[in-house]
């Protein structure tokens, strides 16, 4: 694929690739270290006091989001800047050099402040009988602020230098294709679906934005008492639509690069922007099944939220999912680690979503909200479905074409991290299915049937294949590390 | 109506749904892989690919609509609207210990006396008026065996009324299922039915 950036860009470019991955490869098993001791603690294998169990849960839940969705940004940044459009090189910098304060602060806030409210904040917890220093609280507020404000700029910077290019946000959703006038420039996939992800990205950072300043008003002046159900609703609109983009934009590049493996092209018709105009719509309410269990919560919206969860499956499999498939049936493709991940991650993205479809059914959520089937299933999809995806980014970036054949250590590598993700996650639904509560530290406290035994046993098992999942990841980053820091001065 | 169990209890069912989903995603992968090296035109395995997806895309959406329709038949918020209930319980979710007691309160939350354990008449269509003295709580009622089988959110400011009957005499057990600090895995109580 040639580039539209002259060899000195794109060079700079390829530099700030290499920091991203990086910073993703050491970020990451330090997050898979802080959910290694979560699992040993509820097992009985560590001991850690309460709060450090749950500011750890903080961090690991904020870090993943955050590192997931950070790492797809800057990835789809290269791809785009490459490829279709110019990105400015100071300004990723930049927007790069912001997430990485944002990220320090908030370890700084969690593993040593203290804070300890989950990933979710949920209001009014951080305030109220909090066991960890109020400056903590205040802390976090700011490394949120600030990684919001970064993931805003650099998402605006994206659907800005997009909508340039391609003539506007009606272009960019693929109107014209949906009436019927095809551009003579045909729309590349990964336009489109930034675009599908990135502007609902910029609501929910907008509402992200809005309580985090609700929660400076709150410390400054704790007389202050907002709406704890409003506040609900804007939480996990940031959350969903964050964890639920980040899968739609790595997609992205499965769309660009696996044609390039396939031999065959994959691009935007008809079809493909009426489902992704419709998942545009899903992503902004599905969000709406995380408070299922709230019966305060006006009840339309509950029918809403069921409705636009079964709906997402839909676009998903129809048109990507059966896209794949038809990728790769009959097509004499060579397993070489990219197209082999980019298809186990399509696998593990079903098996997830499936499972969460299940979830979203108002009539199984009543037994299973707040269970482990929770973490379950975005576990799954992120750990067997995004993580692969972006493997797969990693490795096709870092191989040369020639050398791909040959890569006994990767291929070692993922399969022991395979094993180690499906047991860790078999595990976590079994919790769920045995009506085992999710964010326990310990289960010691439940004396209800066998709950507390079934749980802590899991929980020891679980620990095993988080270690597998740490070797594996290891053995990968032996050829991994060095090729990808080649790149650096190619 | 759906009733509560068919056969099973509902998270064994959604288990076992999730477990045959997972098995027909890998045997489709498993069955890509294997047959990858077959040799077709592009454009004639796309197409055959292509001519399952049309069938694929109106089952699925004709599997929607009756589930959506079966599914949401029974929904857990105006059972207290439509059916009449024998009587009433006030519970307040407080860092970190569940308050109870018989029939309405006027006080407010913060203010609510009650105990975590309560007796209540078997088969009797019971409302559980549920509050919150301070931060976000959930009410979860499991059964002796260890299953959920009703929960709500205890908020502040909000009243969530849940209805339920207990068909079984004896022992069943709350949990607090949303986080709420540092004793959250510890906030327990029980109920007995006679
Ligand atoms: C091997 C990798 C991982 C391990 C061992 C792990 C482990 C855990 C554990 C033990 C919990 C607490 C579960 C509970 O509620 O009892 C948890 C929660 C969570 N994890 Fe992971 N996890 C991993 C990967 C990921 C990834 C890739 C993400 C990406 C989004 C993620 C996001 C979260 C979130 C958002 C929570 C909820 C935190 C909260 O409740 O505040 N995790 N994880
Ligand atoms: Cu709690």
């Known amino acids: 694929m040639t580039s539209i950036l002259n060899p000195t860009e794109l060079k700079q470019q390829r530099r700030l690739l290499v920091i991203w991955c990086i910073t993703f490869l050491i970020i990451f098993p330090f997050l898979i270290s802080l959910g290694l001791m979560m699992r040993m603690n509820q097992g009985g294998l560590a001991d850690l006091?309460?709060?450090?169990?749950?500011?750890?849960?903080?961090?690991?839940?904020?870090?993943m989001a955050g590192i997931l969705f950070s790492i797809t940004l800057g990835a789809a940044n290269y791809l785009i800047s490459s490829r279709y459009v110019k990105l400015k090189i100071g300004f990723q910098y930049f927007v790069y050099f912001l997430i990485l304060i944002g990220f320090l602060t908030l370890i700084f806030a969690t593993i040593i402040g203290g804070f300890a409210a989950g990933w979710y904040v949920l209001y009014p917890l951080p305030f109220i009988g909090a066991s960890w220093p109020a400056w903590s609280t205040a802390l976090t507020t700011v490394s949120l602020i600030v990684l919001g404000v970064a993931w805003l700029l650099g998402s605006m910077h994206v659907l800005l230098a997009l909508a340039k290019r391609y003539g506007g946000f009606s272009r960019l959703m693929g109107w014209n294709y949906i009436v019927g006038k095809t551009p003579d420039e045909p729309l590349p996939p990964m336009a489109m679906i930034a675009t599908v992800a990135l502007v609902p990205a910029v609501l929910s950072f907008l509402s992200a934005a809005v309580f985090l300043v609700m929660f400076l008003f709150q410390y400054f002046e704790p007389s202050l008492a907002f709406d704890p159900l409003f506040m609900k609703n804007m939480i996990f609109f940031f959350g969903h639509v964050i964890v639920n983009i980040t899968m739609y934009l790595a997609v992205g590049w499965v769309?660009?690069?696996?044609?390039?493996?396939?031999?065959?092209?994959?691009?935007?018709?008809?079809?493909?922007?009426?489902?992704?105009?419709?998942?545009?719509?899903?992503?902004?309410?599905?969000?709406?099944?995380?408070?299922?269990?709230?019966?305060?919560?006006?009840?339309g919206l509950q029918f809403a939220g069921q409705i636009a969860s079964y709906l997402s499956a839909v676009p998903v499999t129809v048109v990507t999912m059966f896209g794949v498939i038809g990728q790769l049936y009959h097509s004499k493709v060579k397993w070489t680690m990219v197209p082999f991940v980019f298809l186990l991650g399509t696998m593990g993205w079903a098996i997830g979503?499936?499972?969460?479809?299940?979830?979203?059914t108002i009539y199984v959520n009543k037994v299973?909200?707040?269970?482990?089937?929770?973490?379950?299933?975005?576990?799954?999809?992120?750990?067997?479905?995004?993580?692969?995806?972006?493997?797969?980014?990693l490795y096709y970036f870092s191989t040369p074409e020639a050398e791909r054949k040959t890569e006994n250590y990767s291929k070692l590598g993922i399969w022991i991290y395979l094993i180690g993700v499906y047991g860790f996650l078999l595990m976590f639904y079994l919790g769920g299915m045995n009506s085992v509560p999710r964010r326990y530290d310990k289960y010691v406290g439940i004396t209800v049937g066998d709950v507390q035994s079934t749980g802590m046993l899991l929980a020891r098992i679980a620990a095993y294949f988080v270690m597998a999942i740490l070797a594996g990841l290891l053995v990968m980053y032996v050829s991994l590390i060095t090729r990808i820091a080649k790149k650096f001065n190619e | 109506m759906i009733p509560n169990n068919l056969f099973l209890s509902i998270q064994t069912s959604a288990a076992i749904v999730s477990l045959l989903g997972a098995i027909l995603v890998v045997c489709i992968v498993l069955f890509i892989i294997g047959t990858s090296s077959v040799d077709e035109e592009k454009h004639q395995a796309k197409g055959k690919v292509y001519k399952l997806r049309v069938k694929y895309f109106y089952g699925l959406m004709a599997a929607i609509v009756l589930l959506l329709f079966f599914t949401m038949q029974t929904l857990p918020y105006f059972k207290h609207k439509t059916t009449r209930s024998d009587e009433v319980v006030t519970v307040v979710g407080a860092q970190w210990a569940w308050k109870m007691d018989h029939g309405t309160t006027e006080v407010k939350a913060k203010e609510f006396e009650g105990l975590n354990d309560i007796t209540l008449p078997s088969n009797k269509v019971i409302q559980f008026n549920v509050m919150s003295a301070d931060v976000n709580h959930n009410f979860a009622i499991y059964n002796d065996k260890g299953d959920i089988v009703a929960q709500t959110q205890a908020m502040p400011n909000y009243t969530n009324h849940l209805q339920y009957t207990f068909e079984e005499r004896g022992e069943y057990h709350i949990l607090c299922l949303e986080y709420c600090g540092m004793a959250h895995a510890y906030m327990t109580g029980s109920i007995h039915i006679e």
């Open chain 1, 368 to 393: 299973l909200h707040n269970t482990l089937w929770v973490p379950a299933h975005f576990h799954t999809y992120m750990l067997a479905g995004v993580v692969l995806y972006i493997f797969g980014f």
């Open chain 1, 49 to 63: 006091p309460p709060n450090t169990f749950y500011s750890y849960m903080t961090m690991h839940g904020l870090g």
């Open chain 1, 255 to 299: 769309y660009t690069l696996l044609p390039e493996y396939s031999k065959r092209d994959w691009g935007v018709d008809r079809i493909f922007a009426i489902s992704w105009n419709g998942s545009f719509i899903f992503i902004i309410f599905a969000y709406l099944h995380h408070l299922y269990m709230d019966f305060a919560q006006p009840s």
């Open chain 1, 353 to 360: 979503g499936f499972a969460a479809l299940v979830d979203s």
